[in-house]
């Protein structure tokens, strides 16, 4: 027999570990009813008799005939390029906005708060519709003597009122509100020291902005911002009530002529699910550019890990190598 | 009670035709309704240092932030070089400068904080350089291209070699492309050190610069600002290292409550105080 303090010392601990009955239950329990949902996706309809049927019960026939067909993908094509240019749109406006809202000007910062109150405050489907029929209050656009002569004009009936162009301002302008605040909150956060810093070395004001504060303020901007892509690929959807032949749209145009609902659903959600999953991989790297200078363990997280792990081939320890200084010190 | 200026001949300018690098006359400041600055006076030789010591909450910061204006002064004159901070003079009218002249003025001013400072997203090298590249590269001309484009590009080379050797004269040149989290304490002072410098201050303010430090890695700052003063450069210090003050400095300054209750050679002031708080504020620090 040994002796204690060998034990003490040496010993790697033997103990029975605790018994979790309650988590094998409600594992146990779960897996029944994700088998009894996964039976009815991928099972047929049986006939009243009881023998097999042929009709699927989501339809997946449908699905498969539906989801590459031409007017869906270039539905896909659509709603992605609507999503991209109106969050373009917001992104640039929302930056303006924000900027203004910053500013010591209290004519511009009321300027901005007035059109987040206004373009949050109301829903998009409305302000969609109201650009679409903006023709009706506006027949004219002209450039010209504020209150005197019009130089130039055209008719809007051509610019505004086509669906493509109401449904971009209906999104992007509505976004705008959304993203406005969202740079506001990401340049409040970067450290005062970091402005004075910048003035003491006789930066003016906007190159103080543009190499110092959105730098540091993009790590607290891009997640928000990530989840409004997102956010705006789904909302996009409104566009379709305008008009514009997008995958809602295929969907209405589908099941109007099918009546058949359950499957250009799947289609469209399908299409939908392999936009958002791309968007985030395009996220991850976007923040993994802006996390640049920034150590810490806080940033290995589970997304991370499995994006690295598929994307980047291990190289030396994964992303990120431990130093003789224990510091994290990120990958070149 | 006479003026600290009066007091201290020894750094008070005696050759009028040049005047000292900082010259401070009756500088008032408030926040709100806290008086910070109760009417400072103080000039600042050129090549000097200059030690200023105090309890904290006694407006030395304020008055070193007065200095390059992030805090602008309520009243009294204050010039850096014969110029005043912040206002020009015009027929006999004060005007305030624009951002852009403040600017101008701020570029010849160095300053190192208390917290570094330095910029995350950028590694040491990019630190020291971003600020010359950016405020003080000649502009590119479209009336003469090309001279102009090979002007700035020199202009960018010579500023990293530049850059370059201020990390290797503050020690770091191993660290020029390490992120500011990647280095300890004292060599981000250092770093930061090196920006201030990058800009060919003609004065150099230090906001307590030890202060956030182990204390282990307070000496290596320490020396660099040592090695600035040999060179001759002017600086002003706001630090609780009395043993700096007393080997490197030209001048000590006790300020309490918005005043200068004492200044003099560091070596008579601190041998024998003749202010009360002075004494007081003297047997806290140096036990």
């Known amino acids: 027999m040994q ?173 705008a509100a959304y993203m406005s605040e969202i740079f506001r909150a990401g340049m409040l956060s970067v450290d005062r020291g970091q402005i004075e810093a910048a003035q003491s070395l006789g930066m003016p004001h906007t190159l103080t902005q543009r190499l110092v504060v959105l730098p540091q303020a993009m790590r607290v901007i891009i997640p ?24 809602f749209y295929q969907y209405q145009g589908t099941a109007a002529n099918t009546f058949q609902n359950i499957p250009p659903l799947i289609a469209i959600s399908l299409w939908y699910l392999l936009i958002t999953t791309v968007l985030s991989i395009g996220q991850y790297f976007v923040e993994r550019h802006y996390r640049r200078g920034v150590a810490g363990v806080s940033q290995r997280r589970f997304g991370g890990y499995v994006l690295s792990s598929v994307f980047k081939p291990r190289r030396r320890g994964g992303m990120w190598d431990v130093t003789s200084d224990s510091v994290l010190v990120p990958h070149r | 009670m006479s003026t600290p200026v009066a007091q201290s001949p020894s750094f008070v300018s005696e050759d009028a035709s040049r005047p000292p690098m900082v010259l401070a006359q009756d500088v008032r400041k408030r926040f709100g309704r806290l008086q910070v600055l109760r009417g400072i006076n103080l000039a600042v030789e050129a090549g000097t240092v200059t030690c200023i010591v105090g309890p904290s909450g006694s407006g030395k910061s304020t008055f070193l932030r007065c200095i390059n204006h992030l805090e602008r002064v309520d009243a009294g004159r204050l010039s850096v070089d014969g110029t005043l901070v912040g206002y020009r003079m015009r027929r006999g009218k004060l005007y305030e400068l624009t951002d852009r002249q403040i600017c101008k003025m701020r570029a010849d001013i160095g300053m190192v904080f208390q917290r570094f400072n330095l910029f995350p997203h950028l590694t040491a090298l990019e630190n020291v350089t971003v600020a010359p590249l950016r405020v003080r590269r000649p502009p590119f001309s479209f009336r003469h291209p090309i001279r102009s484009h090979h002007a700035r590009r020199a202009f960018k080379e010579e500023v990293r070699r530049e850059a370059a050797d201020l990390l290797e004269r503050v020690g770091l040149a191993d660290k020029s492309s390490s992120y500011p989290s990647q280095l300890s304490g004292g060599q981000q002072q250092r770093v930061a050190i090196a920006r201030a410098l990058a800009m060919k201050p003609k004065l150099m303010l230090f906001d307590e610069p030890t202060s956030a430090l182990d204390p282990e890695l307070v000496g290596e700052v320490l020396d660099v600002m040592r090695g600035l003063a040999a060179d001759g450069m002017t600086m002003i210090v706001v630090t609780h290292e009395m043993g700096f003050a007393r080997e490197v400095g030209d001048a000590l300054v006790f300020m309490d409550d918005g005043e200068i209750l004492e200044s003099g050679a560091p070596r008579d002031v601190l041998a024998a105080p003749s202010n009360p708080r002075f004494q007081a504020f003297l047997s806290k620090v140096l036990t």
């Not at chain 1, 699905?63 to 749109?89: C, D, E, G, H, K």
């Not at chain 1, 892509?229 to 789904?234: A, C, N």
Request: no cysteine; charged share 10%.
């Open chain 1, 224 to 247: 928000p911002t990530g989840n409004e892509v997102i956010s705006m690929l789904k909302t996009s959807a409104l566009a379709g009530l305008v008009g514009l032949p997008e995958l």
């Open chain 1, 3 to 175: 002796s204690d303090q060998s034990t003490e010392v040496h010993e790697p601990i033997k103990a029975v570990p605790v018994r979790h009955p309650g988590r094998w239950v409600a594992g146990l329990v779960l897996l029944v009813l994700l088998a009894m949902v996964t039976n009815t996706i991928v099972s047929k309809i049986p006939k009243q008799n009881g023998q097999p049927g042929t009709q699927w019960r989501y339809g997946w026939d449908l699905v498969r005939q539906l989801i590459f067909s031409a007017p869906y993908a270039n539905a896909a094509l659509l709603t992605m390029w609507l999503t991209l240019t109106a969050m373009l749109v917001g992104i640039g406006l929302g930056l303006v906005i924000a900027l203004f809202r910053l500013s010591p000007n209290p004519l511009l910062s009321g300027t901005a708060w007035t059109y987040t109150w206004f373009f949050r405050g109301t829903p998009v489907i409305v302000q969609i519709f109201f650009w679409y029929n903006i023709a009706s209050i506006y027949p004219t656009l002209g450039v010209g003597v504020p209150f005197g002569t019009v130089y130039w004009h055209l008719n809007p009936i051509t610019l505004i009122s086509g669906f493509v162009a109401a449904a971009i301002l209906g999104l992007g302008l509505n976004e």
